[in-house]
């Protein structure tokens, strides 16, 4: 489980596509204190297991799924990616609750800047889009970021300039294809509501019919 606080911009060493996996290897510095092999770190939102060390490296193992989902499929070497460890218990939780399973990839459409901030527009899709509410939660390459806007099928998000800076939002170009998780609550509520339904529809008369009265 993660926060959504990047604690670092990693570069990616090497990127070793086979048949449908992929293991990538990438630089870094920071979350690499008190880290072992089999620990989680977030790349770009998405939660990976650590198969191997080096003093300024780690290297894990994507599966087939991984790469289908997510924006791994076009990372090269090179790339900025975001990073951050798992959560620990006795920290506070600076971002929101970030599972590091992505729902689906986006598109950056726009780039504005307004004053010190930078406003960024996203073109999701509909299945992601029905779990984003305006003013609420959302996970971009990692990051826990506050929906401003949505208009259509696009959703506009608010960033300070620590986080433009300290993140790799500041290398992205127009175009580019990020990872997007959705608030992991509006999941939950979305199935309490279909299994509340599913129960309302059962009568006496239905239980009588299907052999249970």
């Known amino acids: ?68 989902v997510t924006n791994f499929q076009f990372i090269r070497q090179g790339d900025k990616v975001n990073l951050e460890r798992a959560m620990s218990l006795n920290e506070r939780i600076g971002g929101h609750v970030v599972l590091g399973h992505v729902d689906s990839i986006a598109k950056l459409d726009e780039i504005n800047k307004a004053q010190e901030f930078y406003e960024l527009v996203f073109e999701l899709t509909p299945e992601a889009l029905k779990y984003v509410i305006q003013k609420g939660s ?18 506009t998000v608010a960033i300070i300039p620590h986080t433009f800076e300290n993140t790799n939002f500041s290398s992205l170009s127009i175009g580019r294809i990020v990872n997007i998780e959705t608030d ?16 309302s529809t059962i009568s006496e008369d239905f239980l009588k019919e299907n052999g249970f009265a």
Do not use: H, P, W
């Open 138 to 155: 959302i996970t971009i390459n990692g990051v826990s970021l506050t929906v401003a806007d949505i208009n259509d099928n696009k959703i």
């Open 1 to 68: 489980m993660f926060t959504g606080i990047i604690e670092e911009i990693g570069t990616v060493k090497e990127f070793i596509l086979n048949s449908n996996t992929a293991r990538i290897t990438v630089e870094c510095d920071k979350v690499l204190e008190n880290t072992k092999i089999g620990d989680s770190i977030a790349i770009n939102g998405v939660c990976q297991t650590v198969v191997n060390m080096k003093k300024k490296s780690f290297t894990s193992d994507i599966s087939a799924e991984t790469l289908k």
């Open 184 to 199: 992991v609550f509006a999941k939950y509520i979305e199935k309490f509501i279909l299994n509340k339904k599913v129960i």
